[in-house]
């Protein structure tokens, strides 16, 4: 009986040691680890040090207070917690820890953003909470001496390895100061948060609102700076709502900032669709902006073409120094990388209003694609207001704007006094595609008719080298006359003051054919006349297509004269040229007409001595100018091979030679 009641008692006596001691064993433990954590963090020579260390066994509540941590690099940037509380927490192996939530109370951030001028920023952020973590136990350390990108790459690779369902920040305050800034810029967030945090992947993130001011020193006048003073300080103010981004790879930003990445031509996509709200800003010299919204369906990379750390490595050692030619070159041609591995799909700012002491301003939206340094850049929707009036633009686009290749162009001038050959300007052509303008309102002088722009296309392409083979151009368009003009004269005495112009131009080379023809060729001047045709040329050679001057004079010897249609009707224009002709001569318009035609025929009648179809022309001609409102045919198709460069020559010798070369036919008719 003795050995039971004995055997009870020092159960009894170890449970209620296990009860105390296990407790304290744990509160040691954590102890042991939160301080081994802070010992790696000051192995690379960082300052880092906490405050009390609590641990409940029971709830597994880990609470660190009075954590700071500075960087040994100078200038240093350093960052502060208040406290930070781990609930729920558990350890899924050996070398990852879990907690239900990670709330962290009054973070202070301060550092210096390196570049051309110091940045010093700071953040408050009173509270961030973490829901569902899980990461590693501890996390590598950044060996000492590592370049801005290495940083950034291990602490994208840390980031990597955390899981989150979501994470919180309700507010936070920041501060700038330096750069062009005549004062600290200040910041405002509120409503920041993201979730779903997985494998490298964020599902989305949501800002609510980004609240700015700031002031700025603006340049003096000469007169000022002559006299030692400075501009006038100005204060802006603004904010953005509702940014929130999806679908962002961290996977993305390692491939960019991986040694290897100039093996990796791929395309990466870092975040997909990305939209904001209003964005208005505001300044004290008078000028308001306002943006109903931004959006970006896509945002990738190609690592292989961004080249970060050559990038980094051309800049100058020194921001005082001015670089070199040769670096000037370098960098630019590092640029002009960056933009081929960016790419921009459906970027679109909408609803821009703008306010200023000069007048209103207003753009419905500003759209950009660009891929491979490629883009398109549309402006839609400009109302605003000119020195002689209202000006309005519904839509300026070009099209094909090859950024990176204008890049290069300028690197390869960028030594002092170089200047580009004027055989080198045709290279400029293939840096576009085309340009589009719609709907464009102007006035042409102050209180005239506005000039009227429906549309404008011109497109190019097609190269050879570096010439176009193949161009369009559609234009319509309607403006007002110019009084002050004496050739205009004969128009504005038959009571026309307003032209319409209706175009559509076609160039374009057929390679498998040989053939070079104009066509479409339409044009038609409101109240003049309608005009179609179609020149064709043949045994066009590949090698004409040059800047070499002598190699195209010698390629261009081969090639032939194929035909020529014209068609020409008359919506006034023959009745303009009789009361012109009336007008000179003073003489009836009936007695003008029959003046016209007498002369078209003794011009035709010495023509047609050396070429009988030219007479059919001079009849057609004729009754074309007889009755108004006809139509006049003509086509001329060659006898034999007609070489093109005897033709022109010719034609600037004996025109009635070069006519003969050619069968004629030509009609009026109604």
């Known amino acids: 009986m003795k050995r039971v009641v004995i055997g009870i008692l020092v159960a009894v006596t170890l449970g ?7 407790p304290w064993y744990a509160q040691a433990r954590a102890e042991r680890e939160v301080e081994a954590s802070f010992a790696q963090i000051r192995q690379n020579g960082a300052s880092a040090s906490h405050g009390k260390v609590a641990f409940d066994l029971w709830s597994r509540k880990l609470t660190i207070a009075d954590v700071k941590i500075e960087s040994a690099a100078q200038p240093p940037a350093s960052i502060s917690f208040g406290t930070i509380t781990a609930n729920g927490l558990s350890q899924p192996d050996n070398g990852h820890v879990a907690a239900s939530s990670i709330e962290v109370s009054d973070v202070a951030i301060a550092g210096q953003i390196p570049g051309p001028a110091a940045l010093r920023v700071s953040y408050k952020l009173p509270q961030i909470v973490v829901k569902d973590y899980a990461g590693p136990a501890r996390f590598a350390t950044i060996p000492t001496g590592s370049g801005l990108l290495e940083s950034y790459r291990a602490l994208i690779q840390q980031f990597v390895a955390i899981n989150a369902s979501a994470l919180t920040i309700p507010r936070a305050t920041g501060t700038m100061e330096g750069g062009p800034a005549a004062g600290p810029a ?16 964020i599902a989305s993130y949501r800002l609510d609102e980004v609240a700015f001011t700031m002031s700025m020193q603006q340049p003096a006048n000469k007169f000022a700076a002559s006299a030692g003073q400075s501009g006038k300080i100005e204060k802006m103010q603004g904010r953005i709502a509702d940014i929130v981004h999806r679908d962002i790879d961290a996977g993305a930003f390692l491939a960019v900032l991986d040694p290897e990445a100039a093996k990796d031509d791929s395309s990466r996509r870092i975040y997909g669709r990305v939209t904001t709200g209003a964005y208005e800003v505001s300044s004290d010299a008078g000028v308001r902006m306002r943006m109903d919204g931004i959006s970006l369906d896509e945002f990738s990379v190609r690592p292989s073409r961004l080249q970060l750390p050559a990038l980094i490595a051309a800049l100058p050692a020194s921001t005082a120094a001015q670089p070199t030619p040769e670096q000037a070159r370098e960098i630019m041609e590092r640029v002009a990388g960056l933009y081929e591995g960016l790419g921009i799909r459906n970027a679109e700012m909408r609803g821009m209003a703008i306010e200023t002491p000069q ?3 207003k753009l419905a939206a500003i759209r950009v694609d660009l891929r491979d340094g490629k883009g398109d850049i549309a402006v839609e929707g400009f109302d605003g207001n000119s020195p ?4 309005k633009l519904g839509r300026f686009a070009l099209k094909g704007f090859d950024v990176a290749s204008l890049l290069r162009f300028a690197a390869k001038y960028a030594a002092q006094d170089a200047k580009p050959a004027p055989a080198d300007a045709v290279v400029l052509l293939k840096l576009l595609d085309g340009v589009e303008l719609k709907g464009l309102t102007a006035p042409y002088k102050a209180g005239d008719k506005p000039v009227r722009i429906d549309n404008i296309s011109l497109d190019w392409g097609q190269f050879v080298g570096p010439i176009p083979t193949k161009a369009r151009l559609a234009a319509k368009m309607a403006g007002p006359l ?8 004969p128009l504005l005495v038959a009571g026309i003051d307003t032209a319409a112009v209706d175009a559509d131009l076609g160039l374009g080379w057929t390679e498998s054919a040989g053939t070079f023809a104009l066509e479409p060729f339409k044009l038609e001047v409101s109240n003049l006349v309608a005009a179609s045709a179609n020149v064709s040329l043949s045994q066009v050679p590949r090698e004409v297509f040059t800047i070499d001057l002598q190699q195209a004079t010698t390629a261009a010897a081969k090639i032939e004269a194929s035909g020529v249609a014209l068609t020409l009707r008359d919506l006034g224009v023959v009745d303009v040229l009789v009361a012109n002709y009336a007008r000179g001569h003073a003489i009836p318009r009936d007695a003008a007409r029959k003046a016209l035609i007498d002369s078209i025929k003794a011009i035709g009648a010495q023509v047609a001595a050396d070429n009988v179809d030219a007479a059919s022309a001079v009849d057609a001609l004729s009754r074309f100018i007889e009755r108004p409102r006809q139509t006049f045919t003509l086509k001329l198709s060659p006898r034999a091979k007609v070489p093109a460069m005897q033709l022109a020559q010719l034609i600037a010798i004996d025109p009635p030679s070069a006519l003969a070369q050619f069968k004629i036919e030509a009609q009026t008719a109604p």
């Open 388 to 391: 002689n009036g209202p000006v």
């Open 16 to 22: 209620v040691g296990g009860f105390v001691g296990v």
């Open 186 to 201: 200040e910041f405002t967030y509120s409503g920041f948060t993201v979730e779903n945090i997985k494998d490298g992947r």
């Open 482 to 489: 110019d009084t002050a003009n004496p050739a205009l004269l």
């Open 359 to 361: 007048g209103p301003l």
